[in-house]
């Protein structure tokens, strides 16, 4: 009901009446007709009677009520039915400078943001020294796992975590099964590396979460690290991938040691400006 009185008739392409209206916003009949269902059911809906929903209907009514992305998933589950996938609102399209500045205050540990086919979107200067992230690389975190030198030759349990993050990548694409953009990323993973193509036949699924990492870094040598997955509400098609040193070891000391002026002067493979 709220979110019928704040669309005005000529938003949804009605007279207005003018006077003749004693409350505003669309009467319920109104949205009936533009959603095309019958009245008495939408007046049901709307008391929140015990009666049979569709996706399509409540879609219908969503649009003539002009729902966000948000308030149409909380319409599915008030109704019990399966929300859909959280869109990007368009406020909200534009988050990189601050997701930039959220990952820099991480430093000196790495941190990157991938998009949902795993494509590097931003990552800090710890993850360059670290983990090998460069601009020559193919930016995207599946395939750049599989065949970047600097990366595989710092990882001390690559074939471990090899399993994993197919593991990982599965279960992405497990959740959107005719995405033509997942499918490419794999497509061009199996071209690239017979290892891929042996571990994704295996179908392992595996929820993205913490994954334990054993680097060998050349200037500081052994680094032991926890990388976690973050979601953003608001941007639900971004993934936030924090490492945190270990405790017990001397993971910290090493990195804020390597991303110091010092550090960096040492480092082979320096940030690109």
């Known amino acids: 009901m709220s979110r019928r009185a704040r669309i005005s008739p000529t938003e949804a392409g009605l007279p207005d009446g003018g006077a003749r209206r004693r409350t505003p916003g669309l009467r319920r009949e109104e949205v009936a007709v533009l959603a095309g269902v019958g009245v008495s059911w939408y007046q049901w809906l709307e008391q929140g009677r015990d009666i049979t929903v569709s996706s399509q209907v409540l879609d219908s009514v969503g649009r003539v009520l002009k729902l966000s992305s948000a308030e149409r998933r909380h319409l599915y589950v008030l109704a019990g039915l399966n929300p859909p996938a959280l869109e990007v609102a368009p406020a909200d399209q534009d988050m990189c400078d601050g997701l930039q500045r959220l990952i820099d205050a991480w430093m000196p540990f790495p941190a990157h943001i991938m998009d949902a086919y795993w494509n590097t979107v931003l990552y800090n200067d710890a993850a360059a020294l670290v983990l090998g992230m460069r601009p020559a690389i193919v930016q995207n975190c599946l395939i750049a796992f599989f065949t970047d030198p600097v990366y595989r030759s ?120």
């Not at 994993?164 to 694409?173: D, G, L, P, Y």
């Open 154 to 273: 710092r990882s001390a349990r690559w074939e471990e975590n090899a399993e994993s993050v197919v593991a990982q990548f599965r279960a992405a694409c497990s959740e959107h099964p005719n995405d033509e953009g997942f499918r490419a990323v794999v497509d061009e993973a199996r071209e690239l590396s017979p290892e891929f193509a042996a571990l994704w036949e295996r179908r392992d699924i595996r929820p993205a979460g913490q994954t334990k990492k054993q680097l060998e870094h050349p200037l500081v040598g052994t680094l032991s690290v926890e990388s976690t997955q973050l979601r953003v509400p608001a941007r639900p098609d971004l993934a936030i991938v924090l490492h945190n040193p270990l405790p017990g070891t001397d993971t910290a000391a090493k990195l804020e040691w390597l991303t110091s002026p010092e550090g960096r002067r040492g480092s082979m493979y320096p940030i690109a400006g």
